[in-house]
């Protein structure tokens, strides 16, 4: 299963709202999982089932969709979470990542 | 508290062979699967594939298969990857990964960077 995540950089003011877009090629259902990644460390699950928020995950992320079209929405952009975002399907092997979108500072 | 430490940066030469370490710890290694994950340089996430250690099913993903061993020694409770002769494109970062129930990564390693270069 190919997953496409768009735009590949997303450039957003602190404080804004961002939402990000991720597709698979196929139905994975709700068998998505999100991750944050900052420069020089490893990834951070974020979500799964793709709408669960992992432990200590705060609020202002939160994703959404089933089937092919998912999305992750920070709802007030921290400073913190201008990061590579990717998407991760596991309802089929192999399990696969979308290429990942970067969240710039505007 | 899960922990998984990866072994230290390598530098190879082509041909060569490698094998980097992942040890598991704060949880039963054995009921939970391990994943190697490569990035390369400024690229993103590819899942390579994962080990189970309880009875070491292990799947791998087609683009790697052959490529690379995956293994694991649950005494020590430490998952390995393992190539028998590297090549430039083998140069990454590879993370390990504790995937709940096989799904999603919920744990990660600190990475280990592997540089082959003449």
């Known amino acids: 299963i190919v997953m496409t995540q768009s735009p590949a950089t997303l450039s957003v003011s602190p404080g804004d709202r961002a939402t990000l877009s991720c597709r698979a090629s196929?139905?994975?259902?709700?068998?998505l999982a999100w991750y944050q990644q900052k420069p020089g460390q490893a990834p951070r699950l974020l979500i799964f089932?793709?709408?669960t928020r992992a432990t200590g995950i705060p609020a202002r992320f939160s994703g959404s969709g089933s089937g092919t079209e998912f999305a992750l929405t920070i709802s007030s952009l921290q400073s913190e979470d201008f990061a590579v975002y990717y998407c991760?399907?596991?309802?089929?092997?192999?399990?696969?990542f979308g290429q990942g979108t970067k969240v710039e500072i505007k | 508290e899960v922990q998984l430490v990866q072994s230290g940066a390598e530098v190879k030469k082509p041909g060569e062979s490698l094998k980097i370490s992942c040890k598991g710890s704060?949880?039963?290694?054995?009921?939970?699967?391990i994943a190697w994950v490569r990035q390369m340089p400024g690229k993103g996430l590819e899942w390579m594939g994962m080990?189970?250690?309880?009875?070491?099913?292990?799947r791998y993903s087609p683009s790697i298969q052959g490529q690379v061993t995956i293994s694991a020694d649950k005494s020590i409770s430490t998952a390995y990857l393992q190539w028998s002769s590297l090549t430039a494109s083998d140069t990454a970062m590879y993370y390990c990964?504790?995937?709940?129930?096989?799904?999603?990564?919920?744990?990660w390693g600190q990475g280990t960077l592997v540089t082959v270069s003449s």
């Open positions: 991760q399907q596991y309802n089929s092997w192999p399990r696969t």
């Open positions: 990964a504790r995937f709940s129930s096989g799904y999603y990564a919920d744990y």
């Open positions: 196929q139905s994975v259902v709700s068998k």
């Open positions: 080990i189970y250690p309880g009875d070491s099913d292990t």
């Open positions: 704060g949880y039963s290694f054995t009921a939970y699967w």
């Open positions: 089932g793709a709408s």
